[in-house]
């Protein structure tokens, strides 16, 4: 026996904990050594999301989810003293579904007492650099949902769990604050700020995600001292080579005596790092436990022995234990508002690679998101006439959710598995795309006798292919709008016949405009394999009421009064010219004639102008060199050097200019091409990007980017959003809690652009906005980059065990179609610009087509061509985040969409009205609801930190404020999102003449 420590406090800092051992003291004051058994499974990484739960494809990685709750759970059972915690609800459900009556009474037992706890549970453990806010929200609701329709509120996780993401953003934090978790625990910062905490104790701390909420954002949060492995050397698994607790005395290789002393080594030594005499060890790993009696049986030993030798305590335990443990302690945290991008590894190991690996997946999940909501919000209005004999979001929310994953969206996959992802989003769109034409087609009928139109849908759009505009000389296109306001848009379709005539809702001609289709998408369609025939687009505007649908024709026509409407612009080749230019009422951007080089762009109503030079450049990526072995992968972002490769083989420049769009098209090489767009009424410019297949004859993998170079005194900061919400200050090379070390230039400087970058100084701000999320900088004065696509040639030796190197359709690479639009503004009204044209780009209308042979009377005698679910628009400031159905309410999300400061007048507080808002349903009465909806808002009780260095330290956050179940008035302040559970009726005269309710 060895005698029993003394804890002494050791830090400059705070207190922390030294093992000591100078006399005998109680037992609460020893050493409190929480044992945490669990495994981390991923929802798919080297294997899909299938072959992980079944354990099936083992000659990639043996893992097999069922295999490990299987084990898990009879250990538990069989022993109260033995804990275990879960994360995953997508394989968690799964599991449950196939159990017996008897083992989920057993589970739901082994849950009411907290022996089995699920932490974190959303569907997934989300990426946290290229997901988007509404991606989050969605996913970690429906987990969480399951656990409570499951278990019951009683099981409602506290804990945050993000021990394997790359990076940590704020957003995150203020989402998981809002979601009423207590603390936010992960595993992964960079290794400088890492090394600097440990020395100086400030390993957990209180993290404040939004300067706007405040208080309301904070949550507790903790770095684990070993990422999310055992201590070296007690790793029980059968995967792991660490040698067992041997304790036969008559055997000669018993090794208890020297497990119990480096477990006191191991233990006193991570102590010394925090400012409790409590900390954590993460004992579990990747897919661990499918053998859980190795695991147990070495856990018990080792608590035994550990605790006869009396030098500290150590036992089974959970992170919610830990946590209240350490709220217990009353110490004083500190205060963190910053976030925790970007993440290295090592001084070369940068990962920032994966801000824009994939860029197709990236951007297929975020249209499917799109997708989704209109999905759940025609679903909520249809009501009973969905779910149990027909189409529902259900496929669509789990495989968006699924793909929500911190390898999926990121791109970090082996290539099968990124396939996989992308086959269940195709998989869930086709059940939404039914349902939504179904509701869609119910509600264009005026006769319960008329047969609705059989409505479909063209996913190939931005390669202008469409069966049913290109074979048919008359057809509709409903317009779907998902977002609580009216919006004006432009249309542009294929079409066989440079003869079309367009019509509105109520039959009246519009303007219309025909353009040829590009080189650049012909080459496209035949790369893809698509049999298309048309070689003219249609371009129109369509204005389409709030959360509603407008039905605009399209017929050909002999009429020459219309021909003049529609009649194709001049295409233009300037030559001589010193300058060419495009422009609308709002915005002109001029160029060289000679090479079609971007100049300046000026916005006309502010007379602002800047000078502009806008070029695709390449960074050679690294496969090791002197300096270190790293290279350039899916993960980890390593150039050979700092500045990158011009793209210039001799630019091809078309000018188009008609009155409803003006373009000029570039070919900059054989695989970079552009088309810059003006569209009438639009403040912003389109940038139409082409970019692939990525040569790499010469064995060099490439990283392609497009950089806008300003005249901009933009000093050295810049700005990207959040998860597509709060907008955080970016220094170059500068880290807020630490003093950088400049290792890598170009990689360290890499951060998030999930959708908008910019630049400003005191006259101008330009900004740039993505329709996916992607990784950009600013390495200089007045300068943005942002990396567009990646072909890669090595692995950078981070798991997956293969080079990113898409094949694309052809086999011979992948081809990335996207999309940037620039605003231009003064600072003080640049807001106003970039966050309504961020909602839009997030949230764009749904077409559904349809062959029409019926005269315009005959067409709207027998079908409505317009509606609005809405009787008002919302504010400009106010964003309907959520409409959909849970369980037998209607779950609405609203919030405000402006940061305090941002915009004179969008930014201040504002009051709506839910009563008589939507006219297919009426809100008889609403419930608040926590951000996640599964705890009454007036339950919501956060635990209070004392924080050093605040104004309002020692003061408790202020009770929420519980309201009448029908009082539908809502205040909003920056950047506040509000969650209801609602009782809604339906009005007798949408969809009742289909289903009775």
């Known amino acids: 026996m060895y005698s029993l420590v003394f804890f002494v406090a050791i830090c400059t800092l705070g207190l922390a904990f030294e093992c000591k051992f100078n006399g005998e003291v109680k ?74 009556d008897a083992m989920r009474a057993e589970v739901k037992k082994l849950v009411q007492e907290k022996r089995l706890e699920f932490i974190n549970a959303g569907w997934c453990m989300n990426d946290e650099a290229a997901t988007h806010y509404n991606a989050i929200i969605d996913q970690m609701t429906y987990g969480l949902n399951l656990v409570e329709e499951t278990f019951g509120s009683d099981a409602r996780p506290r804990i945050a769990w993000h021990i394997d993401p790359f ?46 909420l405040g208080q309301d954002s904070d949550i507790f949060t903790g770095v684990l001292y070993n990422g999310y492995n055992p201590p070296k050397g007690f790793c029980y698994d059968q995967f792991c080579t660490d ?3 041997q304790d036969d005395p008559n055997l000669y290789d018993n090794n208890v005596k020297d497990t119990v002393e480096r477990f006191v080594q191991t233990t006193c030594e991570q102590a010394s790092h925090y400012k409790t005499n409590h900390i954590i060890l993460t004992m579990g790993s990747d897919f661990m436990y499918e053998n859980a009696n190795l695991w147990y049986k070495n856990l018990d030993k080792l608590i035994e022995y550990v605790n006869n030798d009396g030098r500290v305590n150590a036992f089974y335990s959970t992170p919610t234990l830990y946590l209240d443990a350490l709220h217990k302690a009353n110490q004083t945290w500190e205060l963190k508002t910053d976030d925790f991008f970007p993440y290295a590894d090592c001084p070369h190991c940068y990962w920032t690679g994966y801000f824009t690996s994939r860029p197709a997946l990236k951007r297929y999940v975020r249209l499917n998101n799109n997708l989704l909501q209109v999905c759940k919000q025609l679903e909520l209005v249809n009501g009973s006439g969905t779910g149990k004999n027909g189409p529902t979001s259900d496929t669509l929310r789990r495989a968006v959710g699924v793909a929500q994953h911190h390898d999926a969206v990121s791109g970090t996959s082996k290539q099968h598995v990124a396939d996989d992802y992308a086959k269940r989003l195709a998989i869930g769109a086709a059940e939404c795309q039914d349902l939504i034409a179904d509701v869609l087609g119910k509600f264009t009928v005026k006769n319960s006798g008329t047969q609705p139109p059989d409505l479909k849908f063209c996913d190939h759009l931005n390669i202008s292919v469409c069966d049913v505009t290109e074979q048919n000389k008359s057809f509709t296109v409903t317009v779907y709008n998902p977002i609580a306001r009216d919006v004006t848009t432009v249309l542009r379709l294929p079409i066989a016949s440079s003869a079309m005539a367009v019509y509105g809702p109520h039959g009246k001609s519009i303007k219309s405009q025909i353009l040829p289709i590009s080189d650049a998408t012909k080459q496209l369609r035949k790369i893809q394999k698509q049999a298309s025939t048309s070689s003219f687009e ?7 009421p709030a959360l509603g649908f407008a039905t605009y024709f399209v017929n050909s026509t002999t009429s020459s009064r219309l021909r003049d409407l529609f009649r194709a612009p001049e295409k233009k080749f300037y030559a001589d010219a010193d300058e060419m230019s495009i422009e609308n009422e709002f915005i002109k951007l001029s160029f060289t004639s000679k090479t079609g080089d971007l100049i300046s762009m000026t916005d006309k109503s502010s007379k602002v102008t800047t000078a502009v030079k806008q070029a695709f450049y390449w960074y050679n990526a690294s496969i090791g060199n002197k300096q270190s072995k790293q290279p350039s992968g899916a993960y980890i972002f390593r150039p050979n050097k700092s500045e990158p490769i011009l793209i210039s083989q001799g630019r091809k420049t078309e000018l188009f200019k008609g009155p409803l769009v003006q373009e000029v098209r570039q070919v900059i090489s054989p695989f970079v091409s552009q088309v810059i767009r003006l569209y009438p009424g639009q403040r912003h410019a389109e940038f139409e990007y082409t970019v692939g297949p990525i040569p790499i004859s010469d064995n060099l993998g490439k990283e392609v980017i497009t950089r806008f170079d300003t005249d901009i005194k933009s000093t050295k900061l810049f700005y990207t959003d959040a998860n597509g919400r709060e907008m955080q200050k970016r220094e170059l090379n500068f880290r807020p809690t630490w003093k950088l070390n400049v290792t890598e230039p170009v990689a360290g400087n890499y951060y ?16 740039v906005l993505t329709e996916r999320s992607l990784g950009g900088s600013s390495l200089m004065e007045g300068s943005m980059e942002i990396m567009l696509h990646r072909r890669l040639l090595v692995d950078d030796l981070r798991g997956v065990g293969e080079a990113l190197n898409e094949p694309g359709i052809s086999g011979k690479g992948l081809i990335v179609r996207g999309k940037l639009c620039l ?37 709207t005698s027998q079908y409505n061509s317009l509606h609005s679910g809405l009787n008002r628009e919302l504010p400009a400031n106010v964003h309907l985040l959520t409409l959909e159905t849970m369980g037998d309410s209607a779950l609405i999300r609203v919030e405000h969409q402006y940061e305090a400061g941002e915009d004179a007048k969008l930014s ?29 808002l007036k339950d919501k009780e956060p635990l209070h930190w004392n924080i050093k260095t605040r104004k309002e330290a020692g003061k408790k956050k202020k009770k929420m404020i519980s309201r009448a179940a029908t009082d539908l008035n809502v205040h909003l302040t920056p950047m506040q999102i509000r969650t209801f559970k609602a009782v809604v009726k339906r009005h ?10």
């Open 27 to 100: 037992n609460e004051d020893k050493l409190q050594v929480h044992l945490v058994p669990h495994t981390h499974d991923d929802v798919g990484w080297l294997k899909t999301v299938d072959e992980y739960f079944y354990g099936s494809n083992n000659s990639i990685q043996h893992a097999g989810v069922q295999y490990i709750l299987d084990s898990v759970i009879p250990q538990l059972i069989a022993d109260p003293k033995k804990r275990f915690i879960y994360v995953e609800i997508a394989f968690f459900e799964r599991w449950w579904n196939e159990q017996s």
């Open 167 to 212: 990076g940590h953003s704020s957003e995150q934090a203020s989402i998981f604050a809002q979601m009423s978790f207590d603390g936010f625990f992960f595993g992964r910062i960079d290794y400088a700020d890492k090394s600097l905490r440990l020395k100086q104790q400030r390993m957990e701390l209180v993290w404040r995600g939004s300067r706007n």
């Open 243 to 245: 040698n067992p607790v």
């Open 538 to 544: 249609i371009i129109f505007n369509v204005k389409i």
């Open 752 to 767: 998030p652009v999930n959708s908008r970058i910019y630049i400003k100084d005191d006259a101008k701000q330009l900004t």
């Open 823 to 859: 605003t231009l503004a003064p600072p003080q009204s640049s807001a106003a610009l970039h966050r309504e044209l961020g909602e839009l780009m997030l949230l764009e209308p749904v077409l559904a087509f349809a062959p029409n042979s019926l005269t315009f009377n005959k067409w």
């Open 908 to 936: 201040q507080p504002v009051n709506i009205s839910l009563e008589g808002l939507f006219t297919d349903f009426e809100i008889e009465s609403m419930t608040e609801m926590n951000l996640s909806a599964n705890q009454l």
């Open 988 to 997: 007798s005269n949408t969809l009742s003449r289909y289903y009775k309710y």
